[in-house]
């Protein structure tokens, strides 16, 4: 999820794929900044957000109705995976693309190829 406009009525991302990332930006780690409450193991050198890592994934951090308004409440100290997964109306991204289809979301369009 980014800050578009776009993603505050979606969400879809965030019930859709594993959101791993290395240990050490979990707030168990001297540097780390993504609550360490929220994560699980994944890997040995690899959390991911609890939620995620399940046949039917939604982050524990994601709050509200996916498709009407939603948020993630850990926005500012959010991992790295979710801080790199551009919204479709950002530039082409076909996992976001992917993710709204799955809650019957239309793609989105990059502002840049918009008339
Ligand atoms: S699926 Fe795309 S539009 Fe929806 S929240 Fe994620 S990045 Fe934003
Ligand atoms: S941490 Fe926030 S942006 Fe990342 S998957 Fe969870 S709800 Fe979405």
Redesign the pocket.
């Known amino acids: 999820?980014?800050t578009?406009s776009?993603?505050l009525t979606?969400?879809?991302?965030?019930a859709?794929y594993r959101v791993s990332f290395y240990w050490g930006e979990a707030t168990g780690a001297p540097n780390g900044y993504v609550p360490s409450e929220l994560t699980e193991n994944f890997h040995p050198h690899l959390l991911c957000m609890q939620g995620t890592n399940q046949a039917e994934p939604r982050c524990v951090a994601l709050e509200g109705e996916i498709g009407q308004r939603?948020g993630c409440r850990i926005y500012a100290d959010r991992p790295s995976p979710c801080r790199e997964?551009?919204?479709?109306?950002e530039e082409a991204?076909p996992y976001?693309d992917k993710?709204?289809a799955k809650y019957g979301?239309a793609p989105?369009i990059p502002v840049k190829n918009v008339a």
């Open positions: 999820m980014s578009v776009a993603c979606c969400g879809a991302c965030c859709s939603v997964f551009a919204a479709g109306d991204n976001c993710a709204r979301l989105l």
